[in-house]
C-alpha cells in the first residue's frame, strides 16, 4: 500500500472520529446541561411510609407569598413563607439539579418549624422561572445573592441563612467565596460537589464508562460558548469558593451517596475557612439524610442554627 493511500485513510478514520466525538459532546452537553426531562432524575411522589410525607403536606397548605426578580434578563420565581411569629430570621433554600421548590416542601416545613421565614426560589431554568441553561450553581449563585439582596431591601434587619441540597448545596457553598452581604450569617449544604469538572467526571464513568478525555473537554467548551462557564474554571469549584470563606458551614451527607460521593464532603470541609460541622447519616443516598434520619437532622440543624 502507497503511503500517500494510507494517509488518506489514516486521515479520514481521524476525521470520522472527530465528528463522532463533536456530535457525542453536543449530545451530552444537552443531556447535562439544557433544560428538560432527564432519565436518570426520579421524581417520583413521596410514598405516605415516609418520614417527610406529612411534612411535605403540611408546608404546601402553608400560605405562600409569589416573588419574582429579574437577572441576566431572565424572570426568576420563588415561594415567600413567612414564620408563624415575627422574626428577623430568613432561610433561603435552594433546591437540586432538574428540582424546583414544590420538592423542597420538606426542608422548607423543617425550617418553618424553627420559627424561620422561608424563601424557596426556583433556579433559572427550572421550575416556574425562565432560562434553558443549568447553571451547576455557577450562575444560580449570582441569582441567590440577588435574592439575597432583595430579602435585605424588604427588611435590612434581615439575618439569613443559606440552605441548598445537591445542584442547590453547591450553589450556596459557591457564593461563599462571593463578597455577600454581612447579613448572610450561616451555610447548612447537604450532598453538594466538590466542583463541576469532579461531578461531571465522576457522572461520565459512572452512567456512560467514559473517561474524561476527550469528550468532557468538549463538553465543557460548549459551557463555556454558551452558558459562559467551563467546568474547571475556579468559579465552578465549591472547594475552591470555600477557601475564601468564613461563614459557618454545617456540611451534611449520607454515607451511601452513590451520585455525589461522599469522598466530596471531605474535600469541601478541609477547604472551608470558617467554623465548621460535619454530619455524615449512615445509611442516607443521595439527598435522602433527612428522610433517613429526620430526628437526627432536625437536631443537628437546630443545634447549628442556635449556635451559629
Not at 445542584?167 to 454581612?182: F, I, N, R
Request: hydrophobic residues 40%.
Amino acid at each position: 500500500m502507497k503511503k500517500k493511500t494510507l494517509f488518506k485513510i489514516i486521515a479520514g478514520i481521524v476525521a470520522i472520529l472527530a465528528i463522532v466525538s463533536i456530535g457525542a459532546s453536543f449530545y451530552f452537553f444537552h443531556v447535562a446541561q439544557v433544560r428538560g426531562d432527564k432519565s436518570f432524575i426520579s421524581h417520583a411522589a413521596t410514598p405516605k411510609s415516609s418520614p417527610v410525607y406529612q411534612d411535605e403536606k403540611d408546608f404546601l397548605k402553608l400560605d405562600k407569598e409569589n416573588l419574582s426578580l429579574k437577572n441576566d434578563g431572565l424572570n426568576l420565581k420563588a415561594w415567600y413563607v413567612p414564620a408563624e411569629n415575627k422574626t428577623d430570621k430568613t432561610v433561603i433554600v435552594v433546591h437540586g439539579f432538574n428540582g424546583s421548590k414544590e420538592q423542597m416542601a420538606a426542608y422548607g416545613m423543617l425550617f418553618h418549624k424553627l420559627g424561620y421565614n422561608v424563601l424557596m426560589p426556583d433556579n433559572r431554568a427550572h421550575g416556574a422561572s425562565e432560562g434553558t441553561l443549568i447553571g451547576y450553581g455557577v450562575t444560580d449563585k449570582h441569582d441567590l445573592i440577588k435574592w439575597t439582596n432583595q430579602l435585605i431591601k424588604t427588611n435590612p434587619k434581615s439575618e439569613i441563612t443559606y440552605f441548598g441540597l445537591s445542584m442547590g448545596a453547591a450553589t450556596v457553598m459557591m457564593a461563599s467565596g462571593q463578597d455577600l452581604p454581612k447579613n448572610v450569617v450561616n451555610i447548612i449544604e447537604d450532598c453538594g460537589y466538590s466542583s463541576v469538572w469532579d461531578e461531571l467526571t465522576f457522572q461520565a464513568k459512572d452512567m456512560y464508562n467514559l473517561p474524561a478525555f476527550p469528550l468532557l473537554y468538549e463538553v465543557s467548551a460548549i459551557s463555556k460558548i454558551r452558558a459562559g462557564f467551563a467546568y474547571g474554571e475556579a468559579d465552578a469549584s465549591s472547594v475552591k469558593a470555600l477557601a475564601h470563606n468564613k461563614l459557618p458551614v454545617l456540611f451534611i451527607h449520607g454515607d451511601a451517596d452513590d451520585f455525589v460521593p461522599t469522598a466530596m464532603v471531605d474535600q469541601n470541609y478541609a477547604a472551608t475557612k470558617g467554623p465548621r460541622e460535619k454530619f455524615i447519616v449512615k445509611g442516607a443516598k443521595h439527598a435522602k439524610s433527612l428522610e433517613t434520619d429526620k430526628a437526627g437532622y432536625y437536631a443537628k440543624v437546630a443545634a447549628f442554627l442556635d449556635k451559629y
